[in-house]
């Protein structure tokens, strides 16, 4: 899951008289974190859930990905001046209650059976999805002293990374196993996401209650005088870097959700079961980061990237030409590889642009839209050819992300032409 960084950030008053105590926040800020994977990854399996509810072509199914997604580059930047505006703590009550209202709108949904009001619901978490992100990523930074706030955006992460482990095993157990029961309706997914929406709102009412600092914009200095006159656009790494960030989130979100029907169709066994194996798929991130957060520390970025990006393409071509389990197992350690890609990509793409950073930051969020454009494609791929032929599609994207990790990334400042 995509976890997108914004801006420096700095506490309001930061007298030394004032003394914090911040372990509540980070406490909150975990839980948040936690819901957002979880909510985020639970879409993989109403992927399998509605296309055999609803009888739908992957493609269709992948609709849930698609207004999912799309969200972030119809929400990313308006979410931003919300957060402005209200301030983040209340934008992430805000945040945390509009995704409420969706997963309560799952109800209504399943009890009239209709599959675009389940999309519209979506719609609309995705929408609380954007604004938590946008308003609570800058607490990291601050919650503490300076100089562990990469570790505690590490510690963050991961406990971001249980929730999007655990979400396919709560999936595979309380929707998909309950699909027969369910006699072919939308029933099994009504009171897990009722739960879900109570959940939200209770963390919602204890973030409201929370004392948190107040933050505020850090004042970031460009790095040239002249700079100010460039066009965000002339920086060569920001340029291929969205692209790069679009094909990835593409990538790991097309592989994820039609991972559950790739397994079932691979090793023959039910939906239900299959759907246990993504867990995999995304735990395998947890364990990367940490992995990658020492190895950082020795190699270069761009190196560790293009190393990743070369054994995902290992991966992917394996699987699709095997069969059996080392099909299922090879597909799965990509996202291994997956795990240290958005932050490197992230990294390098805003390196060197100064007070642009922020502005950079707004780019980079509306290209996680490529979760919901490269896997609706994908979804026709399979639907009119094959699934070897519709793994080709991430294969472009790692492609790409490989020629970033080459030379996509270098900072040459190029001026626009006409």
């Known amino acids: 899951m995509a976890i997108v960084p914004t801006g420096n950030t700095v506490v309001a008053n930061d007298s030394a008289s004032v003394q914090y105590n911040y372990t509540p926040a980070l406490i909150a800020m975990a839980v948040l974190y936690f819901m957002m994977g979880f909510i985020t990854v639970l879409n993989d399996t109403l992927v399998p859930f509605f296309k055999m509810g609803f009888t739908l072509t992957y493609a269709q199914s992948s609709l849930v990905q698609f207004y999912f997604f799309l969200t972030y580059g119809v929400m990313s930047i308006p979410a931003g001046r919300i957060v402005e505006k209200i301030g983040f703590k209340h934008g992430m009550v805000l945040g945390f209650f509009i995704a409420a209202i969706g997963a309560l709108l799952f109800f209504p949904a399943a009890i009239l059976n209709q599959y675009y009001l389940f999309l519209g619901a979506l719609f609309i978490i995705a929408i609380g999805i954007v604004l938590l992100q946008v ?69 919602a009412f204890v973030v409201f209650r ?4 107040a933050i505020k914009p850090a004042s970031v200095p460009g790095t040239a005088g002249s700079q ?44 239900s079961e299959a759907n246990t194996y993504v867990s995999v798929y995304w735990g395998s991130m947890l364990v990367g980061r940490f992995i990658g957060s020492l190895v950082l520390n020795y190699i270069q970025p761009s190196k560790v990237l293009t190393f990743c990006a070369v054994a995902a393409l290992l991966f992917i071509g394996i699987s699709i030409n095997t069969t059996g389990y ?60 094959s699934w070897e032929i519709a793994f080709a599609l991430p294969l472009i994207c790692y492609a790409y992300i490989l020629f970033y990790g080459i030379n996509g990334y270098k900072g040459k400042l190029k001026e626009e032409q006409g």
């Not at 960030?245 to 939906?271: D, R, W």
Request: aromatic share 14%; charged share 10%; proline share 3%.
């Open 326 to 385: 080392l099909s299922v197992y090879t597909m799965l350690g990509v996202g291994l590889c997956n795990s240290i890609m958005f932050a490197i990509i992230f990294s390098l793409s805003v390196q060197g642009l100064g007070s642009y950073t922020t502005k950079a930051s707004g780019i980079l969020s509306t290209a996680i839209v490529g979760g919901a454009i490269i896997s609706y494609i994908q979804g026709v791929l399979i639907d009119e050819y």
């Open 210 to 213: 929370l004392k948190l600092p």
């Open 135 to 203: 308003a609570a990523n800058p607490y990291i930074t601050v919650l503490g002293p300076a100089r562990t706030a990469s570790s505690r955006l590490t510690l963050i992460q991961g406990i971001g990374s249980i929730g999007t482990t655990t979400a396919p095993i709560f999936g595979a157990y309380f929707i998909l196993a309950g699909f027969k029961e369910s006699h072919a309706s939308s029933d099994a997914v009504k009171y897990p996401y009722l739960f879900i929406a109570f959940f939200l709102l209770f963390i």
């Open 228 to 271: 100010e006159t460039k066009s965000i656009f002339s920086f060569r790494n920001l340029k291929f870097g969205a692209w790069a960030i679009f094909f990835y989130v593409g990538a790991e979100v097309a592989i994820g959700t039609f991972l559950t029907n790739y397994i079932s169709a691979k090793i023959n066994i039910a939906e």
